[in-house]
């Protein structure tokens, strides 16, 4: 198993879990978000 990043470049494995844990935050985050907006749309 590589640490690739999406660019191609190797990285070390902790910078690649903060990496990961930080893009999956965000994108719990803005899926959340969205999540609230279409509720309320449809409220």
Do not use: D, E, Y
């Not at 935050?25 to 999540?35: D, F, R, T």
């Amino acid at each position: 198993m590589k640490n690739k990043s999406v660019m191609g470049h190797v990285i070390p494995p902790p910078t690649s879990t903060v990496l990961l844990r930080l893009f999956l935050g965000i994108a719990v985050a803005i899926s959340a978000m969205c999540l609230v907006a279409v509720v309320q749309a449809i409220i």
